[in-house]
Each structure stands twice: as C-alpha cells, then as structure tokens.
C-alpha cells in the first residue's frame, strides 16, 4: 500500500541548476497536486492536474513546470532554482472531488537552494 | 472566496489536559472542511473532514471537530492529550474550485510532560 510517493526525499541545488521532483499514486486517482510548504505559511499549491492530460496554475506557479505524464505521474520541474525555491515540497492525489475525501500525501521533499 | 485562518501559531498543552485547536473559516458556498496533522519530518495525514452530514465530526487518535455554521468556526477537540499528539495541525477548507483545498497557516501543538 504505496499511496504516493515521492523522490527525491532529500535535494541540495546550487542556484541555476535545474532538477525534477518525481511523484506517483497507486490508488487510480484522477487528480494531482504539488504543494510547497514554507514555515509559517502553511501549504501553497503550486499547480494541479485535475485529470489526465490537464494542468492548472495554483497560488505560486512562478518558476516551476508541471507534467502529468500519465494518471500515475505528476511531476514538477525547476528550470533555474532560486534560493527563494528553498522549501520542502509535497505531491498529494485525491479522487475526482478532493473536496469531498480530501487528499492523500506524499512524504515530501526537502529541497535546498544555496 | 474561501479562507481559512488558525487563530492560534502554537499551543502548549500538559499530557492528560484537554486540547483546543482553533480555526475560522470563509465560505461563499457550504464548505468541505478537513483537519490533517503533521508529525515533524513527516508528510500529512488525514484527521477528520466534515462533508455536510452531522456537524460533530469524530476523527482518528480521539479527536474530533464541530462545525459551527453561525460562528463560522470548526475547532479541533480532544479530552486527554498524549505526548505523541506534540505535531503541526492544519485546519483546510474546500475552495470549490477543480477539487482544491485551501490550508491554513498551522497550528504546532506541544504536550508537555
């Protein structure tokens, strides 16, 4: 019983390098989201794939892409990392109304930009 | 639009003593509201949510919320708590938009001896 997981667990960038965060679920869900989570700001979507083959911006998409390479994989790209990017960053599916079941998180990732 | 707000950062508690986490929330529609707790260096995981069926809603590990449509409040209870209860807890409302879910900026929950 997978649920979503999440890889890398642990990342040191140097600014301007780029990387990808990797995330699947195995409970067939049709949405995905990436969340950053920053102290004292609780968590911030980033982008969302309410189905296969769609992305939507969230609250902070600025210097972050989004690919949901099928209904398994969500993934988030850095293409030049800041050190503002520093944060630790979780993937979470949920059923079609993840406002009715709410959602299913990955343990995250801990990202850092120096 | 949807908000919600934590009215509390943090509180500190003495095992065995109640728990009060408190949370408002703003809602132009009739919300979905879920609280989730996150022990340190974990990810989160799902407490409780309210859906519209009974408004005192029992959720794992002896918590439980109720929602209070006139105050506009769902605080997060529990009569006793437990030194394994010492996490961060997120109160989260439904933006009724694409299924997302608005988080509150946390409440860190200490349980001292």
């Known amino acids: 019983n997978a649920g979503v997981t999440q890889t890398p667990k642990f990342q040191v960038l140097k600014t301007g390098q780029s990387m990808t965060l990797q995330c699947a679920q195995d409970m067939n869900h049709n949405s995905m989201y990436w969340y950053r989570q920053d102290p004292g700001m609780g968590l911030r979507l980033i982008y969302y794939s309410a189905s296969e083959g769609t992305t939507d911006k969230g609250e902070v998409p600025n210097g972050y892409n989004v690919s949901r390479l099928n209904k398994r994989e969500f993934s988030l790209r850095l293409e030049s990392a800041a050190p503002s990017q520093t944060s630790v960053y979780f993937c979470?599916?949920?059923?079609?109304?993840?406002?009715?079941?709410?959602?299913?998180f990955g343990s995250g990732t801990r990202l850092t930009v120096v | 639009a949807q908000s919600v707000t934590q009215l509390d950062s943090h509180v500190s508690v003495s095992e065995g003593t109640p728990v009060l986490l408190r949370c408002n929330y703003s809602s132009s529609y009739s919300p979905s509201l879920f609280w989730y707790v996150q022990h340190p260096n974990k990810g989160l995981q799902l407490l409780l949510k309210?859906?519209?069926?009974?408004?005192l809603v029992k959720g794992i590990n002896g918590f439980e919320a109720e929602f209070k449509k006139s105050e506009t409040s769902f605080h997060l209870t529990k009569p006793s708590a437990h030194m394994s209860d010492a996490a961060e807890y997120f109160c989260?409302?439904?933006?009724?938009?694409?299924?997302?879910?608005?988080f509150g900026q946390g409440t860190e929950l200490s349980v001292k001896p």
């Open positions: 979470a599916s949920s059923e079609q109304s993840g406002e009715l079941y709410g959602y299913t």
């Open positions: 309210y859906t519209s069926a009974a408004t």
């Open positions: 989260v409302v439904s933006a009724h938009q694409g299924g997302k879910l608005i």
